[in-house]
């Protein structure tokens, strides 16, 4: 009977050990930013560009141009990163930023931060980066790589750029109302104990 009950608790905590160690990850994101990296602009069919920039986005405002169009995500708006990684593959078998899936990219999470590397499924582009931290206030950056300068027209100009920037900052989530009436009525419900006492 003994031989029986320290084989199953062997089992037991074999079992334990083997399994993969599950980290979670759900915010709510406001996109800040939204802008292209390695801008050349170009005028006419010279070759040669009339502007370059590090960094080009609806902050260029002053200098007369605007990036091409907003990619899938506009300044304002607050959306939803979820994810479920498993810590032993260093894989997410869940994972959406807002539309877009990044199931199978590979990553860490950690208590006060964030990574997700390839692939952003719903971007055009060859690989991607996205971290940030986990807190209220703390910023994240999503980088989507075109590989090859990636081309557009606007406004008879033509625009060149290396990567799609996201820049977000991660907002608080409210309380649900019903949250705040069980606060509410167990503090009312302390408050009438203590009267009794």
Not at 18 to 47: C, M, P
Not at 129 to 155: C, H, I, M, N, W
Not at 159 to 168: E, M, N, P, T
Request: charged residues 20%; contains cysteine.
């Amino acid at each position: 009977m003994i031989r029986v009950v320290f084989g199953l608790l062997l089992c037991l905590i074999g079992g334990i050990a083997s399994a993969s160690t599950i980290r979670n990850v759900d915010l709510k994101l406001r996109v800040d930013v939204f802008g292209y990296s390695e801008v050349k602009i170009f005028s006419g069919q010279s070759g040669t560009p009339v502007l370059t920039f590090d960094f080009l986005d609806s902050r260029n405002v002053a200098a007369g141009f605007f990036p091409p169009a907003d990619f899938m995500l506009n300044v304002g708006e607050v959306v939803s990163f979820s994810a479920r990684l498993d810590s032993d593959k260093l894989q997410f078998d869940e994972c959406g930023l807002a539309s877009s899936s990044c199931k199978g990219g590979f990553g860490f999470v950690s208590d006060d931060r964030f990574g997700v590397f390839d692939p952003f499924i719903g971007y055009f582009g060859d690989d991607s980066s996205f971290e940030g931290g986990r807190k209220p206030g703390d910023s994240a950056l999503l980088s989507v790589f075109t590989g090859a300068p990636y081309y557009a027209r606007f406004q008879d100009l033509d625009f060149s750029w290396r990567a799609y920037v996201h820049q977000f900052t991660v907002v608080p989530v409210p309380l649900p109302a019903s949250s705040l009436l069980l606060i509410t009525g167990l503090g009312l419900i302390g408050m009438m104990r203590r009267r009794e006492l």
